[in-house]
């Protein structure tokens, strides 16, 4: 079956570091590829996604890109701020009714 | 655009007591519907699925149980809770034309007492 496995936390950064969580996954066929965020108390984000081999995904300055051949997607941003505090999870769809298969969640904590 | 809800927000309930979470989507049609719940610092559990009105399938036995009366309308219920079902309880939608992103609600937190 399909698994996702990421980075283990909690990661805690200072401001401007740059950050890098770990994503590889386990599927069959060619899943999509996504970044989603959930702030304290709310919902999961879509943060960005890559549909395709080689595919960069991006936005608020974050960046993964979809790696065939290694089976990743780690999640990069180049300066952290105090608002990505967060936690993030990668994920994973088929076609199987778009079922995702998450991560168990990267927890960071960004210090000013 | 569209738009998911969830009520109510947070819900404290006694061991034994019936539950029921309601969802509803805006502005698509005939989503991919689902439920998952989260525990404390845990990562996400898929519950039920559903691609259509009154099709549903359970992802992982227990005393929970999923409904969908409306194309756009996703039930959880439960006739009696257990202690083991407190957790934050999020509904979310995909479309069967995308590449199946998910949209999460804003979530329910239940406390079983």
């Known amino acids: 079956g399909n698994s996702v496995t990421q980075m283990e936390g909690p990661v805690t950064l200072s401001e401007e570091a740059f950050l890098t969580i770990n994503c590889t996954y386990t599927a069959t066929g060619y899943p999509s590829l996504f970044w989603y965020v959930q702030y304290p108390g709310e919902g999961l984000q879509l943060l960005l996604k890559?549909?395709?081999?080689?595919d960069k995904g991006s936005n608020k300055g974050f960046e993964a890109t979809y790696r065939k051949e290694t089976t990743s997607f780690h999640l990069e941003k180049g300066s952290v701020q105090v608002s990505d505090s967060a936690v993030y999870f990668c994920a994973l769809s088929s076609t199987n009714a778009g079922k995702s298969t998450f991560g168990d969640g990267t927890t960071l904590t960004v210090k000013p | 655009s569209q738009t998911i809800h969830q009520w109510p927000a947070t819900l404290v309930q006694p061991v034994g007591s019936p539950l029921s979470l309601e969802c509803t989507v805006e502005?698509?049609?005939?989503?991919?519907l689902y439920w998952y719940r989260q525990a404390a610092g845990r990562g996400l559990q898929l519950l039920f699925y559903s691609v259509g009105i009154g099709q549903i399938s359970s992802e992982v036995p227990q005393n929970l149980s999923a409904s969908r009366p409306q194309d756009r309308q996703f039930i959880l219920s439960s006739k009696k809770l257990l202690l083991s079902d407190s957790g934050f309880y999020l509904c979310a939608w995909s479309s069967g034309t995308q590449f199946y992103e998910q949209y999460f609600g804003p979530g329910t937190r239940l406390t079983v007492t």
């Open positions: 502005g698509t049609s005939n989503p991919n």
């Open positions: 890559a549909t395709k081999a080689d």
